[in-house]
Structures are given as C-alpha cells and as structure tokens.
T-cell receptor, first 115, second 117 residues
C-alpha cells in the first residue's frame, strides 16, 4: 500500500515565479493536511482539506497561497509570486477520517528553494 | 490556543543506553491525542508512538514508551536500548479530539537526539 506521495522532492524557483506542490494521499484517505517547516523549526499547520472542500485554512497566509483537493487527482498547494521567505520544506499528511484516533501519515516533503 | 513545548533542543545518549525526551503542553481541553514523530536526516516524518488522553495506561511500542502525566500536562518519550538508527529530530505533537475540530497537529520545536557509538 503506497504511502503519501509528494512531488517534486525538490523545487527551485526564482523570486516572482509560481510554485506548485502536489500530494497524493494514501489509498482510502480522504483528508489532507499541509504543513510548512521553516529551517531549524517545527512543522506549522497551513490548511486542511477534504475532497473538493477546504475545511480549515487558518494557518495559511492570506495572500499568494492557495490549496485545492479536487474530486480527481492530487491535492495542490500553490504559491504565487514566491519570495525568499517561502523557502521551506512543505509536508503533506493524510488520514482516513477525523473524530476518531486516526493518525496522520506524512509524505517525504517538498523542499522549496527560492533563488 | 494549545501550545507544545520541548525544552531540550539537543540530547545525546550512548548506544544501548536509555534516554528520555521531555514535552509539555498547554490546553484547556480534556480530550485530546498526543504523538511523538521522528524526523531522521532524510526528512521523513515517522510516527513513533501515540497516546489518547482518556487512557491512563502509558503507551509502549517496542523500545519506545511514554510517561503521560495528564495533570502536569507532560508527555515524555523514553527510548530504551538506544540504537544508532534512533538518531534524529524528535517532535512532540498535540491534536484535539473535540468534535468539529480540524484535527490539525500542533508541534513542538523538536529535540535533536544524537546517539554515540
């Protein structure tokens, strides 16, 4: 059973470009979470999505960042007009459901570097 | 708002010895879950152990066990018979069990564990 798949593993962008990060949850998982890890820090929650719905985006910057989880295909975290401060590791996690003790399984992350 | 604190930025242990990593948290909720995740140099996030707050019995997973003190809001991780492969960053995390909560994980800042041969 494949785990959470994130791609690309590494992404390099110049300031002002767009970054698209993809996450395919584990089979049977319909809940996706995105976290950001800045250098030398812990992971910080960004957004929680279910299929076609954003449930909680309280951790996501109001501008330039957006996320989606379409009916078909992976979840996408999109960062427009990237700046140096966006350089970080972005992790996706998925779970089967909420309300019960369902752990979140993490992907290997996408390391975003802004030149 | 809930917070998680790991007061030990770095720890070191001799191979085959035992080490305890500290974690405290702050919450006004009575029902929640606590986790320890391991992040080796490869940067994967690996679930080590989990604890439901309503359970008094401490969770154990092979060489890993926790000391959960609900009244003190403390959740320490004990690694017995430490192995070189245990070297990693360890994160403590909190998740609400409240109905309607988003179930997001709240992480501490991590403890970097070195294992000396």
């Amino acid at each position: 059973n494949a785990g959470v798949m994130q791609n690309p593993r590494h992404l390099v962008r110049r300031r002002g470009q767009e970054a698209r990060l993809r996450c395919s949850p584990m089979k049977g998982h319909s809940h996706v979470y995105w976290y950001r890890q800045l250098p030398e820090e812990g992971l910080k929650f960004m957004v929680y999505l279910q299929k076609e719905n954003i449930i909680d985006e309280s951790g996501m910057p109001k501008e330039r960042f957006s996320a989606e989880f379409p009916k078909e295909g992976p979840s996408i975290l999109r960062i427009q007009q990237v700046v140096r401060g966006d350089s970080a590791a972005y992790f996706c996690a998925s779970s089967q459901q909420t309300g019960v003790m369902q752990p979140q399984h993490f992907g290997d992350g996408t390391r975003l570097s802004i030149l | 708002a809930q917070t998680v604190t790991q007061s030990q930025p770095e720890m070191s242990v001799q191979e085959a010895e035992t080490v305890t990593l500290s974690c405290t948290y702050d919450t006004s909720e009575s029902d929640y879950y606590l986790f320890w995740y391991k992040q080796p140099p490869s940067r994967q996030m690996i679930l080590v152990i989990r604890q439901e707050a309503y359970k008094q019995q401490n969770a154990t997973e092979n060489r890993f066990s926790v000391n959960f003190q609900k009244a003190a809001k403390s959740f320490s991780l004990k690694i017995s018979d430490s192995q070189l492969g245990d070297a990693a960053m360890y994160f403590c995390a909190y998740r609400s069990a409240k109905g309607g909560a988003t179930n997001k994980l709240i992480f501490g800042t991590g403890t970097l564990l070195a294992v000396q041969p």
